[in-house]
């Protein structure tokens, strides 16, 4: 089985642009969550969908949104950039409880 | 909220043991993961408890105790490769898998 792919790897863009972030989830595989994470915060948590529905969100503003398709593969967004917004981008998949599984994520630098 | 915390750094010898712990909020609980992270890498799965006790996989021990709020990871027979960050991760229900801040560990010769 293939893993988890995120495209791009890297991605610099400048102070208020807007990004979007692809995740390809392991096959068979329908809950998608995303994480920022920095040297300071660790993995923070962003959100969760599962079959094309956000069931949960963490403590992002609203600059921060996703989406689920029908075929699981997931996008998030960033609008209006700001510098603290650089950091690496994860996201895992899996399909019970058991084995979440990450991408290699994407870094994000804002300049 | 649903803090997990766990210690920011520790050091040990090759060969020697290590047991990292990781306290968290146990209202919501759903089980526990422990992932390792290499810098500049995607974290990989290391252990999962639900229930409450040790499991043993190879090298790597985990231990839950759900009334504790608790769990450690033990790490036997230090390897070099093993110096990386480990994270402790809470499912709380059945949708949100929260982190703790890493632990990060340096294995010296």
């Known amino acids: 089985k293939a893993g988890v792919t995120q495209t791009p790897r890297y991605l610099i863009k400048t102070r208020g642009q807007q990004v979007t972030l692809s995740c390809s989830p392991i096959s068979g595989h329908r809950s998608v969550s995303w994480y920022q994470q920095t040297p300071g915060q660790g993995l923070q948590f962003l959100f969760e969908?599962?079959?094309?529905?956000?069931?949960n969100k963490g403590n992002f503003p609203g600059r921060f949104s996703g989406r689920q398709f029908s075929n699981s593969r997931s996008e998030m967004n960033v609008s209006t950039l700001e510098l603290g917004d650089s950091a690496l981008y994860l996201c895992a998949s899996r399909e019970s409880n058991y084995g979440y599984t990450f991408g290699s994520g994407t870094r994000l630098t804002v300049v | 909220g649903q803090n997990i915390d766990q210690p920011t750094e520790m050091t040990a010898t090759e060969g020697a043991i290590v047991q990292i712990n990781c306290t968290y909020q146990t209202s919501g609980f759903n089980g526990l993961f422990w992932y390792q992270q290499h810098a500049g890498e995607a974290p990989t799965f290391l252990s999962y408890?639900?229930?409450?006790g040790l499991e043993e996989k190879g090298r790597f021990s985990s231990f839950l105790s759900r009334s504790k709020g608790y769990s450690y990871l033990l790490l036997k027979e230090l390897q070099m490769k093993d110096s990386a960050s480990y994270l402790c991760?809470?499912?709380?229900?059945?949708?949100?898998?929260?982190f703790g801040t890493g632990t990060r560990l340096q294995v010296f010769p």
């Open positions: 969908y599962f079959s094309e529905t956000q069931r």
């Open positions: 408890n639900v229930l409450d």
């Open positions: 991760a809470v499912l709380y229900n059945t949708d949100k898998l929260i």
